[in-house]
């Protein structure tokens, strides 16, 4: 028990829950902004993955990891064009084509992947931190949250973004009435299909910027289905959030932690077999949904395509 609370420990914890965690917290917002506006995003993981790969590959050809990054978010943007074309314009099911397109791109990089670098698995350089003077200074969590890359501090600050464009701006009403009231928010003249659209390709980039922080910063490689279930442990942090940003920063941390577990006891000298650590994470992910699943918040659209003028 003592190992477990040196400072080697919880440092290397609250520092793997961060770098597991924003993928998590990344997707889990565009997943939330895509749900808020009716659109259930079971394409998530697919994005994950197009981001992931385009990142990796750009930074590793251009040797930019800031070009990465633009190519993550580019690759998450154009398979949710797909979700957005195929859902919003046509009208399809959401959960399908959702599917669909994770097992698609699933498929698409791992092909990509082989046929670019075979059996070899190239590595990028470590990503360059930030250091906050003064705050990174702190004990225990002033390394592990205070000397980071850029991103990790643009991504928290989206939650406060997101958080008040949802409760103070004219967006956040247009968001919450496509979810709840689409034909309400039609006959004010918005245009429902519109609203959704741009909400699922805000979720597409913002899912791709995860993948390719999960390739660039965590990993420092792509690997073939890398996500490992990511982007659907996303869809649950947007649907307990109950519309709150901060919620999914907060879930962000907890199912991160569980999945740093691994090198932390590694770090505290703790033998747990790896299966058991690797289980922790969809273990929580069960033991939330039942625990809170029946007091989550749905939009009432969500999930049914609007057609203009249908009863």
């Not at 990503?127 to 980071?148: S, Y």
């Not at 959030?241 to 569980?258: H, Q």
């Not at 007091?295 to 969500?302: D, G, M, Q, S, Y």
């Amino acid at each position: 028990m003592e190992a477990l609370l040196t400072t080697a420990f919880l440092t290397a914890l609250i520092s793997g829950a961060v770098t597991a965690g924003m993928p998590l917290l990344l997707a889990g917002l565009g997943e939330q902004m895509s749900e808020k506006a009716g659109v259930l995003n079971v394409g998530i993981e697919g994005m994950m993955l197009a981001g992931a790969f385009a990142g990796f590959f750009v930074a590793y050809s251009t040797e930019s990891i800031a070009l990465g990054f633009v190519a993550g978010a580019l690759g998450g943007f154009g398979v949710a064009l797909l979700m957005a074309l195929l859902c919003v314009r046509l009208g399809l099911n959401q959960i399908v084509i959702g599917i669909g397109l994770t097992l698609g791109f699933e498929g698409i990089t791992a092909l990509l992947h082989y046929n670019l670098f075979g059996r070899t698995y190239p590595r990028l350089p470590a990503v360059e931190t930030l250091r906050l003077p003064g705050l990174a200074d702190i004990p225990v969590i002033g390394p592990a949250l205070f000397d980071r890359p850029v991103i990790v501090y643009l991504a928290v600050l989206l939650v406060v973004l997101a958080a008040f464009a949802y409760r103070r701006t004219n967006l956040g009403l247009y968001l919450q009435a496509a979810g709840d009231k689409p034909a309400a928010l039609d006959v004010t003249g918005i245009d429902v299909t519109r609203i959704r659209t741009a909400a699922v390709l805000t979720a597409g980039t913002l899912a791709g910027l995860g993948g390719a922080f999960l390739a660039e910063v965590g990993a420092g490689l792509f690997v073939p289905f890398m996500t490992n279930g990511a982007g659907f442990i996303s869809i649950v942090l947007a649907m307990l959030a109950r519309g709150r940003p901060v919620w999914v920063l907060l879930g962000a941390a907890i199912f991160g932690a569980c999945l740093s577990l691994t090198t932390a006891l590694q770090v505290a000298g703790v033998n747990v077999p790896t299966d058991v650590i690797q289980m922790i994470p969809f273990a929580a992910v069960m033991a939330v949904l039942v625990i809170f699943g029946r007091n989550a918040h749905l939009p009432a659209a969500l999930g049914i395509p609007y057609v203009r003028g249908a009863r």
